[in-house]
T-cell receptor, first 111, second 114 residues
Framework: DAMVIQNPRYQVTQFGKPVTLSCSQT?????MYWYQQKSSQAPKLLFH???????NEADTPDNFQSRRPNTSFCFLDIRSPGLGDAAMYLC??????????FGSGTRLTVV | AQSVTQPDIHITVSEGASLELRCNYS??????LFWYVQSPGQGLQLLLK??????LVQGIKGFEAEFKRSQSSFNLRKPSVHWSDAAEYFC????????????FGKGTMLLVSP
């Protein structure tokens, strides 16, 4: 029944070592989002895809990249993680009519 | 630009008592409004949403919310809180048409006392 799946649930990476987080969906939704949520803060949008059309938020650091090879999958790449990048990363999908579905998130720890 | 204000960072309610969490939004057109709940270390679960129509919206787990356009508010209510309701609650706003991004408030942490 899982509809938006994020792997892994917990990720530990070394300072400066590239890391990739993955998200897959079984809903065939055309919009996918990546949010960053730091401790005790609101989720903050990093970027989103409408189909293959990539939309980057103006304040998303260049250190963060994303790929969407097909409708079902979306990846978040952090090229050189810093201690400040430790957060919960949430993937979400939308049909475009206002219905959003969130995954369970990946908690990233940087050591 | 759209924005959401949740004025209460923490709220403590006795089990069995009623609950109201406040949410005010800023958006230039008809908004989509949402309430999500998040338990520690978990993702976001949708409680309810308002798109149009009846301004009193029923959600899961006995929650309801009322959209008041004149006050730009979308407050969440529950008549009787259970200990399992302790969690963080986020109000969010999105565009009223087409695909859009969600903007979240900073959240309200609900604590339930025995």
């Amino acid at each position: 029944d899982a509809m938006v799946i994020q792997n892994p649930r917990y990720q530990v990476t070394q300072f400066g070592k590239p890391v990739t987080l993955s998200c897959s969906q079984t809903l065939n939704h055309n919009v996918m989002y990546w949010y960053q949520q730091k401790s005790s803060q609101a989720p903050k949008l990093l970027f989103h895809y409408y189909d293959k059309d990539f939309n980057n938020e103006a304040d998303t650091p260049d250190n963060f990249q994303s790929r969407r090879p097909n409708t079902s999958f979306c990846f978040l790449d952090i090229r050189s993680p810093g201690l400040g990048d430790a957060a919960m990363y949430l993937c979400a999908t939308s049909t475009g009519n206002g219905g959003y579905t969130f995954g369970s998130g990946t908690r990233l720890t940087v050591v | 630009a759209q924005s959401v204000t949740q004025p209460d960072i923490h709220i403590t309610v006795s089990e069995g008592a009623s609950l109201e969490l406040r949410c005010n939004y800023s958006y230039g057109a008809t908004p989509y409004l949402f309430w999500y709940v998040q338990s520690p270390g978990q993702g976001l679960q949708l409680l309810l949403k308002y798109f149009s129509g009846d301004t009193l919206v029923q959600g899961i787990k006995g929650f309801e919310a009322e959209f008041k356009r004149s006050q730009s508010s979308f407050n969440l209510r529950k008549p009787s809180v259970h200990w399992s309701d302790a969690a963080e609650y986020f109000c969010a706003v999105g565009a009223g048409s087409g695909y859009s991004t969600l903007t979240f408030g900073k959240g309200t942490m609900l604590l339930v006392s025995p």
